[in-house]
């Protein structure tokens, strides 16, 4: 599987990156059917969640989409793996049936 992180102009620290790449590879060993998968980080102009992550991962036939919200890249991220699972999990049960 491959991904690419879209950062646009944020600075991204080597310890993120690092942890994003460790998080990717560890998605891949639970599913092997993920074709390749896009990361965009956006930074918000509001108050409270003010970054955001959308992760976008293509499977044969769909592409799953989770979109999340926090104070920090990190914590937006784990939600929208999170999310992502789930969907991975469901698609999963779906091609075995």
Do not use: C
Not at 79 to 96: D, H, N, P, S
């Amino acid at each position: 599987m491959r991904y690419e992180l879209h950062a646009g102009t944020i600075p991204l620290s080597p310890t993120f990156t690092e942890y994003v790449e460790g998080r990717m590879k560890r998605l891949l060993s639970d599913f092997a059917f993920i074709v390749n998968s896009d990361i965009f980080l956006q930074e918000l102009g509001v108050k409270g969640a003010t970054h955001q992550v959308r992760l976008r991962v293509h499977v044969p036939g769909e592409t799953l989409v989770a979109e999340e919200r926090a104070s920090n890249f990190q914590e937006a991220f784990d939600a929208a793996l999170a999310a992502v699972r789930r969907q991975l999990t469901r698609y999963k049960e779906t091609i075995r049936s």
